[in-house]
């Protein structure tokens, strides 16, 4: 990646984003500029990272090729407001707020800005996550090469249309917190029938681990791998029956339906 990088935004995905580049070697500490309105994010980001830190809008501005806003969507128009004017006609904007479209973007910048949206999801603050990326009508394939990179340095990347970028904050998104639910209902579980709580979480984690890893590096689909690991008449099926009588997938389906809408209405009334 060339040129230099801005980051409005330090909190935790600012952050990770500020840490992947770095570690993948894109680019060096001096060529990352971040802005916050928290003083204690600046001189954590300086003192960790020792990236550049700015306050002034303008600086960020004048030095950064590509900014990722990386805002929560209720801070984007005040944001795109004070950048409107600000912002050089070579600048590449990418935008992480969920629910955001490249057009409400568009609208707040000048003419013809290039603007990429993305959505990374939380595994990104562990290098593992996976991001979901769509260029604007102006954003060049160079543009689209540029910004993948920058996520893969935080896992793995998909490139989608618009139009399915609500689904996927519903899932991947959103996604994270289902499957953190989940570990801690298996180490429940397992505290219940009488596990210690720590050896009850270790299982439960590298259960969601490796099943995780075995579906990404067989790529059979999930089903034949369920099979794999259900006998007839055997304990599995036992406790496959319960979490079917508990609706335990209709609940899954109806959480993503769930966070899939409201990241259409963060999009409508921001």
């Known amino acids: 990646m ?3 990088l801005g980051i409005i935004g330090a909190g935790n995905m600012g952050e990770a984003i500020t840490r992947g580049v770095l570690q993948s070697a894109l680019l060096r500490a001096e060529d990352i500029l971040v802005m916050d309105v928290s003083a204690h994010r600046l001189e954590h980001m300086r003192s960790r990272y020792q990236v550049q830190t700015v306050t002034e809008p303008a600086r ?17 128009q005040a944001l795109l407001s004070v950048l409107k004017g600000l912002l050089r006609s070579d600048t590449l904007i990418v935008s992480i ?8 973007i568009a609208r707040g ?20 996550g ?10 060049t394939e160079e543009d689209t090469k540029a910004v993948c990179s920058i996520f893969e340095a935080l896992g793995r990347v998909v490139v989608v249309e618009e139009k399915m ?25 397992g505290v219940r029938m009488g596990l210690p709580r720590d050896v009850a979480t270790e299982l439960a984690i590298h259960t969601v681990l490796g099943s995780a890893a075995a579906a990404a590096e067989s790529r059979k689909h999930v089903a034949l791998l369920k099979e794999m690991v259900t006998s007839p008449g055997g304990t599995t099926i036992a406790g496959l029956h319960e979490l079917e009588r508990g609706a335990f997938r209709g609940a899954v389906i ?9 990241s259409r209405e963060l999009g409508e009334d921001s």
């Open 97 to 104: 707020a969920a629910g955001i479209s490249l057009e409400k």
């Open 109 to 128: 910048l000048p003419p013809d800005t290039r603007i990429v949206r993305v959505m990374p999801n939380n595994p990104a603050l562990y290098m593992k």
């Open 60 to 76: 960020l501005t004048e030095g950064a090729d590509t900014i990722i806003l990386a805002v929560k969507p209720q801070s984007m």
């Open 2 to 4: 060339a040129g230099r």
């Open 165 to 189: 970028m609500d689904a996927v904050t519903g899932l991947s998104g959103s996604g994270p917190a289902y499957v953190y639910l989940f570990i801690e209902a298996l180490s429940d579980g």
């Open 254 to 262: 109806n959480a993503v339906e769930a966070a899939t809408k409201r």
């Open 130 to 139: 996976i991001a979901a990326l769509c260029p604007g009508k102006t954003a």
